[in-house]
């Protein structure tokens, strides 16, 4: 079994950063690619960015590229994603999802065997 927490999330203006934390507990997830979806009320969840086993491979939406990185930690058994230059679109709540079945991450929602239970960020204009 594998517990993810998110946090980090919270109320920011449109342009500005926020930094948003996965930790994992139960086991290492130190081969287990990793991503991170969103998801806006009455909306489905969508895929926003992923990362291989290595952290040498990451994956991102069209829409976040180049504003958005996801990165992991092996000591710490956690897994980030950068914000920055965030929009009023990116309001949503975030979740961070553990997938041990594949490398090299996979931008598909059932592709993922953990789930954490969300952080919400909101982007003012």
């Known amino acids: 079994q594998v517990q993810l927490v998110e946090s980090g999330g919270g109320l920011v203006q449109a342009g500005g950063s926020l930094r948003l934390s996965c930790e994992a507990s139960?086991?290492?997830?130190?081969?287990?690619?990793m991503g991170w979806f969103r998801q806006v009320q009455g909306k489905e969840r969508e895929f926003v960015a992923a990362?291989?086993?290595?952290?040498?491979?990451?994956y991102y939406a069209d829409s976040v590229k180049g504003r958005l990185t996801i990165s992991r930690d092996f000591a710490k058994n956690t897994v980030y994603l950068q914000m920055n230059s965030l929009k009023p679109e990116d309001t949503a709540v975030y979740y961070c999802?553990?997938?041990?079945?594949?490398?090299?991450?996979?931008?598909?929602?059932?592709?993922?065997?953990?789930w954490g239970q969300g952080t919400r960020v909101t982007v003012s204009s």
């Open positions: 990362i291989s086993w290595s952290g040498g491979n990451t």
């Open positions: 999802a553990a997938d041990g079945r594949r490398l090299y991450g996979s931008r598909l929602l059932n592709a993922y065997e953990y």
């Open positions: 139960g086991r290492t997830i130190s081969s287990w690619s």
